[in-house]
């Protein structure tokens, strides 16, 4: 640094810099915040797009609990809770369902921490000011005596969804004193003896400015905005996904996390994708229908390739646990397109917010036929399709999307629950897309959120959390899970840094 620039920057820009402007960030921030250090939130979009990856969600929060009344203290009020049955969720539940949707790969010291401190978190949370509420349109179906009953895990989230979740953040931040500036291009790290004290800004005018600060918390999401690191390190193919959340998300932090000497932690190779909706104009980054052009009834249907096949076991679990994987298995079918197909008996169950969102792409018939030549499949292979999976159903089964109810069809591949013959028309094909949320691969921490080096010694200065934390997630997630390890591992790094 030369000298005008060293005498320009002789004081602190504050105690604590926080990279980011999603939910982890914003966490890390109060933290720190309420022990009276003097917080910087730098974002890089601008302010009309602030929020990160955390605007487009749902809010949906996976924490372990006992059930209903061990929820009350901090969720809103609702008539319904009286006819609602909530199945509890403990912290064996809880890392038993990351470890086995990862297939072991997860970190057993980032998860012992994340079930264990997801609630407290949450609750803390309420207590400066963000709302929580049971999710009933996303995680319940109404039996027939007008009771609810949630399932897969995943029970609460916050009141107005990503968008409100922002909101009551920002709010939260500038009554704790905060300084948020927007539009802020960090793209490095400064050090002074060793340690990260620091930040480097560049301006519109390409200009460059150095923030000094005590300690720096990284919460500036993955690199799934970048099509290039995306081919890189997922593969051939991942370059065509779509972003469905913030375009600022291009893993600039990481490289310069990286380049400093911090160590890899999680799966690189692999990241959060799920079905979205393919054809409807602006269905990148699109925040007035945020979540809204995910499509998460399938496991109700069935979905078809371009060639009219079936190609995944749609019923293999509730939705929560396989979401987050089928993105890719549709970004590798012809294409790189699919069809979520319902007949008219199930039509009335799927998600109003997704499926009656404006602009849907959806095409409707009357018959089987009339369907698969609106989607360009070849009607004789829709068909025959269709046939052997009705006909393999066993119908002795009651089905029940409430639980898994092992009404299985018999075909190839099988569909292990929810199995209901499609005949009664109209007939509705979804046509559905690889969506990318966020990469599973990030830098390497302890449970404190300090960033590691190769030899697994905390770089002094330097924490992360939210998606730039790697090691929870590989392959797939539990749903609700990273809305959960923001609080979790933001609110740590701000209690330290």
């Not at 993955?222 to 890189?232: I, M, S, Y």
């Not at 929560?320 to 397109?337: C, H």
Request: hydrophobic share 35%.
């Amino acid at each position: 640094m030369n000298a005008s620039a060293e005498t320009a920057n002789q004081g602190k820009a504050a105690d604590v810099i926080v990279v980011g402007g999603g939910n982890a960030a914003f966490t890390a921030a109060h933290a720190a915040a309420v022990r009276g250090r003097r917080v910087l939130l730098l974002e890089k979009a601008p302010r009309e797009q602030f929020g990160g990856n955390s605007y487009y969600t749902a809010g949906a929060t996976r924490i372990a609990h006992s059930g209903l009344a061990d929820l009350v203290d901090f969720i809103e009020p609702d008539e319904r809770h009286s006819a609602t049955e909530v199945p509890p969720y403990s912290t064996a539940d809880y890392a038993g369902d990351l470890a086995k949707v990862t297939n072991g790969r997860n970190d057993p010291d980032l998860t012992e921490t994340l079930v264990a401190e997801a609630a407290p978190g949450l609750r803390w949370l309420h207590s400066l000011g963000l709302k929580y509420r049971l999710m009933y349109e996303r995680q319940s179906y109404q039996r027939a005596d007008g009771t609810y009953l949630f399932w897969g895990g995943l029970h609460v989230g916050n009141v107005g969804g990503g968008e409100g979740l922002m909101h009551d953040h920002l709010r939260v931040a500038q009554r704790l004193g905060t300084e948020i500036r927007y539009g802020q291009d960090v793209f490095d790290l400064r050090t002074e003896n060793g340690a990260v004290a620091g930040v480097k800004v560049r301006r519109p005018d390409g200009t460059v400015e150095e923030l000094r600060s005590d300690s720096v918390i990284l919460a500036a999401g993955g690199f799934e905005a970048d099509r290039e690191l995306r081919r890189t390190h997922l593969g051939p193919g991942w370059e065509n996904a779509k972003v469905r959340g913030t375009p600022y998300n291009t893993g600039q932090m990481l490289t310069a996390a990286l380049e400093l000497g911090a160590a890899k932690g999680g799966d690189w190779r692999s990241c959060h994708s799920t079905q979205w909706d393919a054809f409807t104009p602006g269905n990148e980054s699109n925040r007035e229908l945020t979540n809204r052009l995910t499509r998460q009834s399938y496991p109700l249907g069935i979905l078809v390739n371009r060639d009219g096949e079936r190609f995944l076991d749609e019923g293999a679990d509730f939705r929560n646990y396989t979401y987050a994987k089928y993105g890719k298995e549709i970004l590798e079918q012809p294409g790189s397109v699919a069809y979520q197909v319902f007949d008219a008996a199930l039509r009335p169950m799927l998600r109003p917010e997704e499926y009656d969102m404006p602009g849907v792409s959806v095409a409707t018939a009357h018959s089987l036929e009339e369907l698969a030549e609106r989607i360009g499949v070849d009607p004789e292979r829709l068909a025959k399709t269709i046939n052997d999976y009705n006909s393999s159903i066993d119908l002795s089964i009651p089905f029940d999307p409430n639980v898994k109810d092992g009404r299985r069809a018999d075909t190839t591949p099988p569909k292990s629950n929810w199995a209901a013959p499609l005949t009664a028309g109209p007939f509705y094909a979804y046509a559905v897309t690889c969506g990318i949320t966020f990469t599973f691969g990030g830098l390497k921490g302890d449970p404190h959120g300090r960033v590691l080096d190769d030899r697994d010694s905390p770089i002094p200065g330097l924490y992360a959390c939210g998606e730039m934390l790697g090691g929870l997630f590989s392959g797939n997630y539990p749903g609700g899970s990273g809305l959960a390890a923001g609080v979790v591992f933001g609110r740590r790094a701000g209690s330290l840094a």
